[in-house]
């Protein structure tokens, strides 16, 4: 996918190096404005090129947060799940935290069967 975009990118510069050249060999209308589409097709290729390498950050950024959440929380998540689905991630681990909070003490006793916890029985006659 890294190649396809890098190849993109290139022929995008490519077409508006042509345009930029062609402008380049007289004055007339058509010149000027091919120069000008060359000269926007480079600031758009070069706001394509910061755009790739703020998400390829964030892709090898999402390897590192993997092996840090898969070492601390015992969970599984790949790079792709940390890429994409960041935020989702960070929803449910909160959620947990509420559901925590709510339920309250974690040494309660639980109902094995249903993992629940099991109220405690009022002994008095």
């Known amino acids: 996918m890294l190649i396809v975009y890098i190849l ?3 022929l995008l510069v ?4 042509g345009l930029v050249a062609y402008a380049d060999n007289g004055y007339s209308a058509g010149e000027f404005i091919a120069g000008c589409i060359g000269f926007i097709g480079l600031l758009a290729a070069a706001a394509a090129a910061f755009a790739g390498l ?3 950050y964030q892709w090898y950024a999402a390897e ?7 070492r601390e929380y015992d969970v599984k998540y790949t790079q792709a799940e940390i890429f994409y689905a960041s935020d989702v991630v960070d ?3 909160e959620l947990d935290r509420k559901r925590i909070e709510i ?3 974690f040494r309660r006793q639980r109902d094995p069967e ?3 916890p099991v109220r405690q029985q009022d002994n008095r006659q």
């Open 103 to 105: 339920n309250g003490d």
């Open 8 to 10: 993109l990118l290139f």
């Open 54 to 56: 703020c998400l390829a």
């Open 91 to 93: 929803v449910i681990r």
């Open 14 to 17: 490519a077409a508006c190096m």
């Open 64 to 70: 590192q947060k993997a092996a840090i959440l898969n």
């Open 114 to 116: 249903r993992n629940l």
